[in-house]
RNA sequence: AGGCGGUUAGCUCAGUCGGCAAGAGCGCUUCCCUUACAAGGAAGAGGUCGUGGGUUCGAUUCCCUCACCGCCUACCA
C-alpha cells in the first residue's frame, strides 16, 4: 500500500466540494418528480459559521442528500440576512476607526459603504456553508435586499397597508438608546439583574408624605401621578390629593387603578407613562399627560431640569444622591428583576414614546394557528406546538419600523400637505393623489429585518412574479431550525405563507437543540467559550465535526459539547479509510477487475454462512436507518450505522474472510463481491452524514466494480430487500462469536497473546461439526481444533477445559497455569449470575406474573431463566474441572 | 408566577409501545506494534437510572411530591 495509513480530509474535502459546485448536482433544472425543498435558515451576513449552524445545517444536508437518493426532486436554497441593526452596527464601528460617522457622511454615502462591506465579508458564512459540504443549490443564492426580494417586501407592505392591517401610531415601544431605533417585543431579551428597589418619599401637598417604590428614581422626573389600588383602605384619605413632585415642582395627582399591587412595595405607584409601558397604560385610562425626560440617546432633557444632560443611568445616582440629601429616601433595598436588553447590542431597551409603524397580528395569525390545530403543520418534537399557539394566541401588533438606514425603505411617502394620507407605494409616486403636489418625501425609517424574512420561503422563488420556481417548488417540505427564532420567523413565516401564497410554507419543522458549553450556557464569541467549527474542519475535517455533532445530538434535545467530540468521527473515518485499503489490496492480491454489485443475483447464490449473516445484518440496518432519518432521530442513525460498519463489518467480517488463502474459488466468486457489496451499501448509508470519505471512496470503487453514477448522492438509496433475509444465520453466527470470545477470554486471563496459536480438542460442541463453522472459530480464535472422543478430565497445569453447551473444549497451553485465577474469576461470575438467576426464577414462580404477564414476555424469561442456569451449571463443571473437586 | 426540558458509568450522552443480564464514545485496567487500521486489536473494571410515594404481575420508562440545573413566556413598579 503507497497510501498514508490516516485519512487526510483536507485535499479530498476541498477537492470534491469542487466537484459537486462545479457539476451542479444540487441544482435542478428540470421540474419533473416529487420535490423535496428546504429553505436554508438565512445566517446574518455578518456572521461566521458557529457550531450551531454547523449543527443547523449538518441536519439540513442529511435530509437533502438523503432525500436526493431516496429520488425526490431536493433542492435546498440558501441564502443570506441583511441584518439591518446588526450589519449597521458593524459598519458604523469600522467607521469609528476612521473617525467616521454615519451621520458624517449621510444616507447615501453610507449606505454605499454598507454595500462595499457587504461585498467584501457578507459571503464569508457562505464559504464556510461549504466547507461544512452543504448540498446547497448556490445558483439559487439569496439575499434579502435582492432587487426581487426588495419588491416582495414593498409589495407585501403595501397590500397589507391597503387592506389596513398596517398603520402608523404613536406608543411606546422598545428603543434602543445605543442603536438609536425602536424594536419589536421579540427582540428584546430580558435578564434577571442584581438592582436596588428605591423607596421615595413624595411630599403631598398639605402636608406629609406617601412612600412608593421604584427601580428606576431617574423616571420620577417624568411621572405624572400616584396610584394606589382602589380596595387599599391604607391610602383611601390621599386618593384625590396632590403631590409636590420634587426638583421638578410639577403638582401631580394620587389616583386609583386596578393594576397596582397591594402587596408589592408600599402599595403606593409613581407613574410616568413615557417610561414604562405599565404606567403607560395607566395613563391611558386616566388621560395623564406625558412627560418625556430623555432624548433618543438615553440622556435626560430638558424636562429634567437640573439633570437634563446627564446619562440616564448617571442621573439615577445624582438624583438618588439629591434625594437623600433632602431626606426623601425611606430606604433603598436590593432587588433582583429582569431587565430588557438589545438583541444586537445588549444595551439597556428604554421604554420610549413615539411615532412608528405596526402590523395587525390577530387577524394574520388565524390560519397560522388552524394549520397546526389541524395537523397539517406539525413540529418536531411536537412540544414545541404548544409555544407556538401560546404566542400566536396571545399576539401583539408588530412594530415594524426601524431608525436605521441599513435595510428595506418603507415604501411610504407623506405630502407637504400634512392634511394629506400617506401614500404607500411600490413605484415612486410622482404626485399626491389627494392633493396633486410633486412635493413628496418618503419615510426615513426602514422595516425590521425579519419583516423581510418572514417572506422567505416563497420570496426566494422571486414572488411576487410567477416563477415556475414558485410554482413547482412552493411549498417547501420541512424547515429545520432552532427554538430561538420560533416567534421572530417560523411563526412569522407561516402567517406571511397563508397571507401572500394562500398556502403554508412548510409541513415540517423540526427544531433541534441548542448547542451548550459543558457549564450549560449558550455557545456564543462574546462568552469565550465557543468551540470553532472551522479549526475542527481543519484539524480533523468537516466529516469528522459533522459524525460528533450528529452522534450526539438527541431528537430535539440541547447538547453539551465536550472540547474533544470530534475524535469519535476522527477515528471512524480513519477505520473506514483503513477497512478500504483492505479491500482495495484483497482486491489487488486476487486479480479481481471487476465485481458486480449492482446485480445481487450474480453473487447472492451458494452462499456460506458468514456472507449470508452480513447481508442478513445489513439488511436490517438499511431498513432501520431508514426508519430513523424518517423520524429525524439522526444520532440513533448514525450510531447504529458506526456500530454495524466498524464492530460487525469490520471487527467480525472482514475478519472471517481473511481465513480463505489466495485465490479460493468461494473468496472470488462470493466473498469478494460480498465484501465488497457491504462496503458500497455502508458508504450509501453513511452519504449524508459523511459526505466527503463517502463520495472519495465510492468514486475509487469505480475501478473495480460496475458502479457508475457520477456522484454517490446520485446513486440509490439501499432498499430492504427480501433476498437477504437469513435470519437462522443471524443466530448461528451469534454462537460461533460466543464461542470465538470464550477462548479469547482463556487466552487473556492466562495472559497468552492472542496470536500465539493454542492447540484445542472438543467434543460434543455443534458448531464445530461443519468445516465452514470450525474453519472460522479456529481462525478467529487462533487455535486448532480437534475433535476428541471421550468425555472431559480434569484441567491440569497443561491444560484447560470448559464446557460449552452439553460438550466442552479444551486448551493446551505450554508451561504454568496460575489455576487461582481462573478460579477467582469462575467465582465472581457464579456469584453474579447467581443473583439474576434467583431474581429470575422468583419472578417465574410468581403466579401473578404467570397469569397476567403477555405470552412473549413468560416465554422470554424462561428462555433467560434456561440460559442462567446452564450458565451456572457451565461455570460449576469448569470449577469442577478445574479443581477436581 | 406559569409553561417546557433535564437529572442514567469518572466525563459527554443514548435508551421508541412499561417486559434488558441498562448501552455508546472518551477516560481507566491488563495483554498485543498479528502485513487495513496504535486515530488500532483482544479481554475487562465501572451504574441501588436525582429524592420520596403511587399505578402495575413487572417502572430507567407511566402518574404525583420534592430537590437541584437549564430554557421560554408574563406590565408586579
Known amino acids: 500500500m503507497v497510501e498514508s495509513n490516516r485519512y487526510n480530509p483536507a ?13 451542479g448536482c444540487f441544482h435542478p433544472e428540470e421540474y419533473s418528480g416529487i420535490p423535496y425543498v428546504i429553505v436554508i435558515p438565512p445566517p446574518n451576513i455578518t456572521g461566521y459559521l458557529h457550531i450551531g449552524h454547523a449543527l443547523n445545517n449538518t441536519i439540513q444536508d442529511i435530509l437533502i442528500r438523503w432525500k436526493k437518493m431516496s429520488g425526490f426532486n431536493t433542492l435546498w436554497v440558501p441564502g443570506t440576512d441583511h441584518a439591518g441593526i446588526a450589519t449597521q452596527n458593524v459598519v458604523e464601528r469600522e467607521l469609528m476607526k476612521q473617525g467616521l460617522t454615519r451621520e458624517k457622511l449621510g444616507r447615501e454615502k453610507f449606505l454605499e459603504q454598507v454595500w462595499l462591506w457587504r461585498e467584501k465579508y457578507g459571503n464569508r458564512i457562505i464559504e464556510q456553508l461549504k466547507r461544512l459540504g452543504a448540498a446547497c443549490d448556490w445558483q439559487r443564492l439569496c439575499f434579502t435586499m435582492d432587487e426581487n426580494f426588495s419588491l416582495a417586501v414593498s409589495t407585501v407592505f403595501v397590500r397589507l397597508f391597503e387592506k389596513g392591517l398596517i398603520y402608523r401610531g404613536t406608543r411606546i415601544i422598545n428603543w434602543c438608546p445605543r442603536c438609536t431605533t425602536a424594536l419589536s417585543d421579540e427582540e428584546v431579551e430580558y435578564k434577571e439583574e442584581n438592582g436596588e428597589l428605591f423607596y421615595l418619599r413624595y411630599p403631598l401637598e398639605d402636608g406629609g408624605f406617601i412612600i412608593v417604590a421604584t427601580t428606576r428614581p431617574e423616571t420620577m422626573l417624568g411621572d405624572t401621578a400616584v396610584a394606589v389600588n382602589p380596595s387599599d383602605k391604607r391610602y383611601k384619605h390621599v386618593i384625590g390629593k396632590k403631590i409636590r413632585l420634587p426638583f421638578v415642582n410639577r403638582l401631580i395627582p394620587v389616583i386609583e387603578d386596578q393594576q397596582v399591587e397591594i402587596e408589592f412595595g408600599t402599595g403606593a405607584v409613581k407613574v410616568t407613562p413615557s417610561h414604562d409601558p405599565a404606567d403607560y397604560n395607566i395613563g391611558k385610562r386616566h388621560n395623564l399627560p406625558s412627560v418625556t425626560v430623555m432624548d433618543e440617546k438615553g440622556r435626560m432633557n430638558e424636562n429634567a431640569g437640573e439633570f437634563a444632560g446627564l446619562d440616564r443611568f448617571e442621573c439615577r445616582k445624582k438624583i438618588v444622591e439629591a434625594l437623600k440629601n433632602h431626606n426623601l429616601i425611606e430606604k433603598i433595598e436590593p432587588y433582583t428583576h429582569r431587565v430588557g436588553h438589545c438583541y444586537r447590542c445588549h444595551t439597556v431597551i428604554e421604554p420610549y414614546i413615539s411615532k412608528q409603524w405596526f402590523v395587525k397580528m390577530k387577524e394574520l395569525a388565524q390560519p397560522a394557528i388552524d394549520v397546526v390545530m389541524k395537523g397539517e403543520l406539525k413540529f418536531y418534537p411536537e412540544r414545541w406546538t404548544k409555544n407556538y399557539l401560546n404566542w400566536l394566541n396571545n399576539i401583539e401588533d408588530w ?53 423581510s424574512s418572514w417572506l422567505w420561503p416563497f420570496a426566494v422563488f422571486k414572488w411576487p412574479k410567477k416563477t415556475k420556481d414558485l410554482e413547482y417548488f412552493y411549498p417547501t417540505s420541512t424547515l429545520v431550525t432552532a427554538q430561538e427564532i420560533l416567534f421572530f420567523w417560523v411563526a412569522r413565516m407561516v402567517m406571511a405563507g397563508f397571507e401572500f401564497m394562500g398556502e403554508k410554507p412548510f409541513s415540517a419543522v423540526y427544531i433541534h437543540g441548542t448547542v451548550r458549553d459543558e457549564t450549560g450556557r449558550k455557545m456564543s464569541k462574546s462568552l469565550g467559550n465557543a468551540i470553532d467549527p472551522l479549526e475542527i474542519i481543519d484539524k480533523a475535517g468537516a466529516d469528522a465535526l459533522r459524525f460528533g455533532l450528529i452522534s450526539l ?48 443475483e450474480t453473487f447472492s447464490r451458494n452462499l456460506q454462512l458468514a456472507e449470508k449473516w452480513i447481508l442478513a445484518v445489513l439488511n436490517q440496518k438499511v431498513k432501520h436507518i431508514t426508519e430513523c432519518l424518517e423520524s429525524f432521530r439522526f444520532n440513533e442513525a448514525a450510531e447504529s450505522l458506526y456500530e454495524f460498519f466498524w464492530h460487525q463489518y469490520c471487527d467480525w467480517y472482514i475478519e472471517m474472510t481473511k481465513r480463505f488463502p489466495e485465490n479460493d474459488p468461494y473468496l472470488v466468486s462470493n466473498v469478494i463481491p460480498v465484501l465488497v457489496y457491504v462496503m458500497a451499501k455502508s458508504l450509501q448509508l453513511l452519504h449524508p452524514f459523511i459526505p466527503f470519505i463517502t463520495e472519495e471512496l465510492w468514486n475509487r470503487m469505480k475501478k473495480f466494480t460496475d458502479i457508475s453514477e457520477r456522484f454517490i448522492v446520485e446513486s440509490v438509496w439501499p432498499d430492504y430487500s427480501n433476498i437477504f433475509n437469513f435470519d437462522d444465520a443471524i443466530e448461528k453466527m451469534e454462537q460461533i462469536k460466543k464461542i470465538v470470545v470464550e477462548i479469547r477470554d482463556v487466552k487473556t486471563t492466562f495472559k497468552i497473546p492472542v496470536t500465539r496459536k493454542l492447540e484445542a480438542s472438543y467434543y460434543g460442541i455443534p458448531e464445530l461439526i461443519s468445516d465452514e463453522q470450525r474453519q472460522m472459530i479456529e481462525f478467529l480464535s487462533n487455535t486448532t481444533f480437534s475433535p476428541e472422543e471421550k468425555s472431559a478430565s480434569i484441567s491440569d497445569k497443561n491444560r484447560l477445559v470448559r464446557t460449552w453447551k452439553d460438550g466442552y473444549f479444551s486448551l493446551r497451553v505450554e508451561g504454568i497455569l496460575d489455576i487461582s485465577v481462573e478460579r477467582e474469576k469462575l467465582l465472581n461470575e457464579k456469584n453474579k449470575i447467581l443473583k439474576i438467576f434467583e431474581q429470575t426464577e422468583k419472578k417465574l414462580s410468581s403466579m401473578d406474573f404467570v397469569k397476567r404477564a403477555p405470552e412473549q414476555v413468560i416465554e422470554k424469561t424462561k428462555k433467560l431463566r434456561d440460559e442462567l442456569e446452564y450458565e451456572l451449571k457451565k461455570i460449576e463443571k469448569n470449577l469442577q474441572l478445574l479443581t477436581g473437586e
Open 399 to 451: 412594530c415594524i419600523s426601524r431608525q436605521i438606514w441599513w435595510g428595506h425603505r418603507i415604501p411610504v411617502w407623506y405630502c407637504e400637505n400634512e392634511n394629506c394620507p400617506p401614500i404607500a407605494s411600490i413605484q415612486i409616486p410622482l404626485s399626491c393623489p389627494q392633493c396633486g403636489s410633486k412635493n413628496l418625501t418618503q419615510d426615513e425609517d426602514v422595516l425590521d429585518t425579519w419583516f
Open 553 to 600: 445530538t438527541a431528537f430535539g434535545q440541547d447538547v453539551f459539547l465536550p472540547d474533544k467530540f470530534y475524535v469519535k468521527g476522527r477515528n471512524f473515518l480513519n477505520k473506514i479509510w483503513n477497512s478500504f485499503r483492505y479491500l482495495e489490496m484483497v482486491l489487488e492480491k486476487n486479480n479481481c477487475r471487476k465485481v458486480e454489485i449492482k446485480n445481487v
Open 11 to 23: 485535499e479530498i474535502e476541498t477537492y470534491w466540494y469542487k466537484q459537486w459546485e462545479q457539476s
